[in-house]
């Protein structure tokens, strides 16, 4: 079965502070996904990685994939308020297109 | 519109009514994907389509659950005999095609009392 675990769960940082989360998976898929999810909306796509080595970054955030270890760093660079948020890791389960979610990281960025 | 429309947003019922929640794939997607999201947690699968063909129903709970796109755009995921247990936000998204980044609704949120 497979299994995609986020850590940690809840992160309290100073604004400022840089930061790493983790998204460990099970499966040998190629494509990982990132979303925010402000408290009662939607998902918000933040990145798309497609391949081992992958590497997008958009403003204070940057995330890798590194397919042979099975793993996915979201880092945040000199956080701010506005980036409190819950993030989600997504898998697409190899031969489905069916993602599966991480256990999100709940952020909180202290001013 | 230009994102994904869910139908109701919210929605109250009681124990044993059955419910039927609406999705507005974006124009041109293929793919379609209903996933139910508990409090505090990621969203699950539940089922997904291309075009109008249920390629994947390995989530769906029980046979209480169903969905359909019959035209291959907007698709219903219906609850029959809905149970306490239902309760949880129901969530639509669409893709190009399977394998393209989802798109996700502002989903409905379902309270069996």
């Known amino acids: 079965e497979l299994k995609v675990e986020q850590n940690p769960l809840f992160l309290s940082m100073q604004e400022g502070k840089n930061y790493t989360i983790y998204c460990n998976y099970s499966?040998?898929?190629?494509?990982l996904y990132w979303y925010r999810q402000d408290p009662g909306k939607s998902l918000e796509s933040l990145f798309v990685?497609?391949?081992?080595?992958a590497v997008k970054q958009e403003g204070r955030l940057m995330a890798s994939l590194d397919t042979k270890a099975r793993l996915s760093t979201l880092h945040i660079t000199a956080a701010v308020h506005d980036l409190s948020a819950t993030y989600f890791c997504?898998?697409?389960?190899?031969?489905?297109?069916?993602?599966?979610f991480g256990t999100g990281t709940r952020l909180k960025v202290l001013a | 519109g230009a994102g994904v429309s869910q139908s109701p947003r919210y929605k109250v019922t009681k124990r044993g009514q059955d419910v039927a929640l609406r999705c507005d794939p974006i124009?041109?997607?293929?793919?379609l994907y209903w996933y139910r999201q508990a409090l505090g947690q990621g969203p699950e699968f539940l089922t997904y389509?291309?075009?109008?063909?249920?390629?994947?129903k390995s989530g769906l709970p029980n046979d209480r659950f169903s969905a359909e796109r019959p035209e291959g755009s907007i698709s219903t995921l219906t609850i029959q005999r809905t149970e306490q247990r239902d309760s949880a936000m129901y969530r639509c998204?669409?893709?190009?095609?399977?394998?393209?980044?989802?798109?996700f609704g502002d989903g409905t949120r379902l309270s069996i009392l």
């Open positions: 990685l497609l391949s081992n080595g």
């Open positions: 998204a669409s893709s190009l095609k399977g394998g393209q980044p989802q798109h």
């Open positions: 997504a898998v697409d389960d190899e031969g489905t297109y069916k993602y599966i």
């Open positions: 124009s041109g997607h293929v793919s």
């Open positions: 389509f291309n075009y109008e063909a249920q390629q994947d």
């Open positions: 499966t040998t898929s190629d494509r």
